[in-house]
C-alpha cells in the first residue's frame, strides 16, 4: 500500500514549466511598431504639427511678419471665427457669398460628374464596343492633364470673341460675357421674360448678411464655365471607379435576371446600381470632398471676379492670408471649411449606409422571442 502512494506521487503532474510573458506576439507587435514609427513621426512632424500651427495661428491677429508664437502676436480666441457668421460687414459677407458660390457648384458638379462617369463606364464596359482601349483612354486623359493648362484653354474657349460664342452665333444665340456678367442665371432667365429687379419681399432680409435675391441668384455664366472645365476633367477619374466597380458584378445574376425577363433597364435598375453602391460612395465622397475645396480653377481663370461670384471658400482663405495679410481670418476660413467637409461627409456616409431590415435591434429594449421546444 505504501509502495502504491509512493508511485501515485512519483507519477503526479507538477506544474510545469513557467511561460514567459509576451512571447512571440509581444515580439511582433514592437517590430510592427518599430516599423511605423518613421511614418507616424513623418505624418506627425508635416501634417499634425502644421495643423495645430495653423490652428493656433486662426486665434490669434497675425499679419505675417515674425514668428507667430511670440508674445507681440495678438491673441483674439474665437474673433476671427464669430467675425464670419455673427458680425455685420465684409467679412462675413464675402465668406457667405463664396459658401452660396460652392453650394451652387456642390450641387451642379457633383451629380453631373458622378451621372457622366457612370455612363461612361457603362459605355466601355459594353462587351460590344470595339476599340475599347483607346475609349477608356481618351475618356481619362483629360484627368490627367494639367489643371492650369486646360484652365487656359477655356479661357480662350469662353473668350468673348472665342470658340463657344462662335458656336452659339451660328444658331442665332448671342453669346453672353462669360467674365464680366456677374448675374446669376436665375436673374438671367428671369430678365428675358422682363424681370429685371428683385420682388420687395426678396430684396429686404435674409440669412447671413446677404439677400434672399442674391442666394436664388443662382450661378453666373462666369461659374457654368467653371463647372464646364471641372466636370470634363474629372469625369475620367470616377469612370474609372465605376469601371472597377461594373467588372466585378458577377455574370451569372445579369445572366440570370435576362433569363426571368428582366429588361435592360431592370437589370440596371436592380442589379448592377446595388451592387456599385459602396463605388457610388466612393465617387460621391471623393466628388463632394474635391468640390468643396476647388482652387486652381477660379485662381486661373476668374480669381473671384466678377463681383466675387465664383468666389470660393478655398480661394477666399488663400486671398485673405497671402493678399490681405490677414492670417488669422484665413486659417479661420480653412478650419470652417474643413468642418462642413467632415460633416458633410458624415450625413453622406449615413444617408447611403445600407439598411438591413432583417437585423434585430440593438439595446436593453428589443423584444427577446423565446425559442420554441
Do not use: C
Not at 474665437?78 to 458660390?101: C, K, P, V, W
Not at 455612363?119 to 481618351?138: C, D, E, P
Not at 455664366?221 to 463647372?227: K, L, T
Not at 429588361?263 to 446595388?274: A, G
Amino acid at each position: 500500500m505504501a509502495t502504491d502512494t509512493q508511485a501515485a506521487v512519483a507519477t503526479a503532474p507538477g506544474p510545469g514549466p513557467r511561460r514567459r510573458r509576451g512571447g512571440i506576439r509581444s515580439n511582433e507587435n514592437l517590430a510592427g511598431w518599430l516599423f511605423v514609427t518613421p511614418v507616424i513621426a513623418i505624418l506627425g512632424l508635416f501634417l499634425l504639427l502644421p495643423i495645430l500651427m495653423a490652428l493656433w495661428v486662426s486665434l490669434t491677429d497675425w499679419n505675417g511678419q515674425g514668428s507667430p508664437f511670440t508674445g507681440d502676436v495678438p491673441f483674439v480666441g474665437a474673433h476671427n471665427y464669430t467675425q464670419l457668421f455673427t458680425e455685420d460687414g465684409l467679412a462675413r459677407r464675402d465668406f457667405m457669398t463664396s459658401i452660396r458660390n460652392n453650394i451652387y457648384y456642390v450641387t451642379i458638379v457633383v451629380p453631373t460628374q458622378t451621372v457622366l462617369a457612370l455612363g461612361l463606364a457603362l459605355i466601355v464596359n459594353n462587351r460590344m464596343l470595339k476599340g475599347k482601349s483607346f475609349f477608356r483612354s481618351a475618356f481619362y486623359f483629360p484627368s490627367v492633364t494639367s489643371s492650369v493648362a486646360i484652365s487656359v484653354v477655356f479661357l480662350f474657349l469662353f473668350a468673348n470673341s472665342g470658340a463657344v460664342n462662335a458656336l452659339l452665333g451660328v444658331v442665332g444665340i448671342d453669346g453672353p460675357e462669360w467674365f464680366a456678367d456677374s448675374r446669376g442665371v436665375l436673374h438671367l432667365l428671369l430678365g428675358v421674360v422682363g424681370v429685371d429687379s428683385p420682388p420687395a419681399a426678396l430684396a429686404d432680409g435674409g440669412p447671413f448678411g446677404l439677400t434672399w435675391w442674391d442666394w436664388l441668384a443662382g450661378p453666373s455664366v462666369a461659374m457654368i464655365s467653371i463647372i464646364t472645365l471641372v466636370v470634363w476633367t474629372t469625369s475620367g477619374t470616377f469612370m474609372l471607379m465605376f469601371l472597377a466597380g461594373l467588372q466585378n458584378v458577377p455574370v451569372t445574376l445579369d445572366e440570370a435576371s435576362t433569363l426571368d425577363g428582366a429588361s435592360r433597364w431592370q437589370r440596371f435598375r436592380h442589379v448592377t446600381l446595388p451592387l456599385l453602391r459602396p463605388t457610388t460612395f466612393l465617387v460621391l465622397t471623393l466628388g463632394m470632398i474635391g468640390s468643396w475645396q476647388v482652387f486652381d480653377q477660379v485662381y486661373v481663370m476668374s480669381q473671384g471676379d466678377p463681383a466675387k461670384t465664383t468666389l470660393t471658400p478655398a480661394y477666399l482663405s488663400y486671398r485673405t492670408a497671402f493678399r490681405d495679410f490677414d492670417y488669422g481670418s484665413g486659417a479661420a476660413i480653412s478650419f470652417v471649411l474643413f468642418l462642413i467637409i467632415i460633416v458633410l461627409t458624415v450625413i453622406q456616409r449615413r444617408a447611403l449606409a445600407e439598411r438591413d431590415t432583417d437585423r434585430p435591434r440593438r439595446g436593453w429594449w428589443r423584444r427577446r422571442v423565446p425559442e420554441r421546444s
